[in-house]
């Protein structure tokens, strides 16, 4: 029975990072700025590398809310190129924040969700 359960999970876990491989590979996915001054725009950098055999198209990088603002690569990263997609948080209201950039590659079902969080102080 362990035996069973063992393999079950061996293959879901191989099914899993193949549903994540979308052809960029990130440094992080997820960044946290600390304390944010308030009225301080603050700007995470996501690097990824394309490593895929063919060229990278984003089509979106969507915020979760207004107060994010997502930039992105519009040209093709070739295979093997790094790129950066910049999501800059307006720190307009003091107190915690978590919010999201959905970024959906060309081909790709799966989107990727990066995310910043913070802490917006005086």
């Known amino acids: 029975m362990k035996k069973i359960a063992f393999l079950v999970c061996f293959v879901l876990a191989g099914l899993l990072s193949m549903a ?12 946290s700025f600390g304390n944010v ?36 690569p519009k040209k ?16 307009e209201n003091v107190g915690h924040f978590d919010k999201s950039v959905t970024v959906k590659f060309a081909g790709i079902d799966q989107p990727t969700v990066l995310i910043i969080t913070g802490d917006v102080v005086k």
Request: net charge positive; aromatic share 8%.
């Open 37 to 72: 001054k308030l009225n301080k725009p603050a700007t995470a950098k996501f690097t990824f590398t394309n490593t895929s055999s063919k060229p990278l198209i984003i089509e979106t990088a969507t915020a979760s809310c207004g107060c994010t603002t997502p930039e992105y």
């Open 76 to 91: 093709p990263i070739l295979p093997g190129k790094t790129a950066e997609i910049g999501a800059t948080y307006n720190a």
């Open 20 to 31: 994540q491989d979308n052809g960029a590979k990130f440094k992080e996915t997820k960044h």
